[in-house]
């Protein structure tokens, strides 16, 4: 069954630890993404990727970072410095760069 | 400065009637123009699209409508059923297939329909 996976659904964490999303696809896409919902924000780009081990800043980079090791997986890491990292962070990925974007179910991850 | 507007935060239709949920943008070289229904706690899931070199494209119950000369398009539903009850995000592309830029989304419409 091809799709994409993002793990945890919900997360928890204190204020000043840095956080690790995971997403997993298994469409054979090159493309993958970050983006963060915020209530009346819409979808906001934070990363992305054309291929392995390139990737680039979207419009909300500062405090996340990423890696693009393998085709399958695109962490997002949400660090200190992100000054309000509650949202509900949702990883996707396309064929190519701008094509049609399949998105996983979404991590809603609460600092505290 | 937002390049693609859905204006209507929400709407409210009646089961069985049509559903318009509209979308303008301000950049005219956008080529590619996508909608997507997103459910509460879930991710948005792609729904149809439209290139810029056509007017009309359906997919059953969903037809998408592009005025290129107005910047506008509008997705319309018929008809609305309760399970049609979701957010729905406009997206375009710059560059459809290309390296430069990414798919624009607007803040989406939530739509209630009412049995």
């Known amino acids: 069954d091809g799709g994409i996976t993002q793990s945890p659904k919900y997360l928890f964490r204190k204020e000043g630890q840095n956080v690790t999303l995971s997403c997993e696809q298994n469409?054979?896409?090159?493309?993958m993404y970050w983006y963060r919902q915020d209530p009346g924000q819409g979808l906001r780009l934070i990363y992305y990727s054309q291929i392995v081990n390139d990737f680039q800043k979207g419009d909300i980079a500062e405090g996340y970072s990423v890696s693009r090791e393998k085709k399958e997986s695109f962490p997002l890491t949400v660090t200190s410095a992100q000054k309000n990292p509650t949202a509900f962070y949702l990883c996707?990925?396309?064929?190519?760069?701008?094509?049609?974007?399949?998105f996983g179910q979404g991590t809603r991850l609460t600092v505290v | 400065d937002q390049q693609v507007k859905q204006n209507s935060p929400s709407l409210s239709v009646q089961e069985g009637r049509i559903s318009i949920l509209n979308c303008d943008y301000t950049n005219s070289m956008f080529d590619y123009f996508l909608w997507y229904k997103k459910y509460p706690a879930e991710g948005p899931t792609f729904l149809i699209s439209i290139s810029s070199i056509k007017d009309k494209n359906e997919d059953g119950r969903f037809t998408v409508f592009l005025n290129k000369s107005a910047k506008h398009l509008s997705l319309h539903i018929v008809p609305s059923q309760p399970g049609d009850s979701a957010v729905y995000f406009c997206a375009a592309s710059p560059n459809y297939g290309g390296s430069q830029g990414n798919l624009i989304f607007g803040k989406g419409t939530k739509l209630s329909v009412k049995p």
């Open positions: 996707a990925s396309s064929i190519v760069q701008n094509t049609e974007a399949f």
């Open positions: 469409l054979n896409h090159d493309a």
